[in-house]
């Protein structure tokens, strides 16, 4: 039996992750730019995940099927 996949929880689930494990907040950050950050968002922690990974495939994928022209 085939779960069908539910974007809203997916979407809940992969902001779950990023604030566990990509999200840093009250912290003194130097960025690439230069510019001083008091938070920071590692997406790699994330997209590199092998959950946050599947998690993005498959909401990008709910995201392109809007647009069948570009299939």
């Not at 779950?16 to 690439?32: C, F, M, P, S, T």
């Not at 092998?50 to 909401?59: M, R, S």
Request: no cysteine.
């Amino acid at each position: 039996m085939t779960k069908t996949f539910d974007p809203k929880a997916g979407k809940a689930r992969l902001l779950q992750l990023v604030r566990e494990r990509a999200y840093k907040d009250g912290i003194d950050i130097v960025l690439a730019s230069g510019k001083r950050s008091t938070f920071y968002i590692n997406g790699k922690t994330v997209s590199l995940h092998p959950e946050g990974l599947w998690l993005i495939a498959k909401l990008l994928l709910e995201q392109l099927k809007k647009h069948p022209e570009t299939t």
